[in-house]
């Protein structure tokens, strides 16, 4: 069987990476696997660095564009499901289906996020036989499968078994003094207000910590706004960069993670999961808001440290508290390394495998 993911995306996030995890876990279980993404794009170059079969496409145009193009792939290597995100994946995944006279098409929803079926879902689900994957329990509590959905199951993201302790250092990474404290901010697309709230707060608490530093892995469409407002707010020499947005910074986050104080997570959805659970495997405590996503992970107190929305001033203080008692933060570390057990990469596969045999059924494509 051939399973296609499509990236949607040129940019590598947290939704492209829980498609290569799939792709991996379907692979690793016999299955034959590709991944359509943008052309040139750094999720291709990311995709095939790790060693996916990955069939680059151009991007623009309209969905039914687009389904031609997937057509061809459909075509050319006898696909039997496309894997898609939302509403116009969805319809160009069908349009190509319907196009091609094979296969079905396999919708997953964002981790925290609802299914919403817009104008283009339904279109969708009146081209193409279509099933469901969430990210959660919770995600697909209270969503009924459409009628004449083929599957609705769970299959939720993991990361790989953390490796052997070892003692943490104060300055792993970026050592400026022997005392540094590091924090790793992971910003998010959307998220641009949060993070200039954060540089505020940072920028309250630095003077009482000089030996502070942070890495921080942001969209490239934030950059430039949060450099500048770093710069204003007399921070800038104390922040490394990162662009958040192709599978290196994955490692160069992990790298970051090593000896850190803090993971304070500012995205949403996938790439806000999979920072937690990198930070988690790699035994730092979690800051951030106290949302129903965040709470899934992060036991307040005990992994880390949630607070409802707040402004720079709170934020600070919270900062503050959490660095102050070293008892508690070391407890926290050891935490969190224990709970990232909870969510191993192999926790999604039975969800994966149990949709993609369920779409593979030729003698339900027909809609």
Known sequence: MRACFVAHG?????????????ASLLAARGYETCVVAPAGSD????????GHDVIGVASGGGWMRAGWRLRRVISAHLTEVLFVHDDREHLAAAAAVRLAGRGAVVRRTAAGERLVLGREGQLAMRLAATGFVFAHADDMRGTEPPRGALAAVVAPPGVPAPAAATPRPAAAVGAIQPDVQRLVVFAGADRRREMLVALRALALFAPRRPTLRATVFSPAADADAVRIEAAALGIAERLEWRTAGSRRDDVLAGAALAGAALAWVIASGDDAVFAILDALRAGVPVLGERSPLCARYVEDGVTGVLRARAEDAEWASVVAATLAHTERTDAMHAAARLSAARWPLEAGTDGWLQVTEAVRNRTRWTV
């Open 10 to 22: 040129a940019a590598w996030s947290g939704s492209t990476r829980a498609f290569a995890d799939a």
């Open 43 to 50: 999720a291709e170059r990311c995709l095939a660095a790790a």
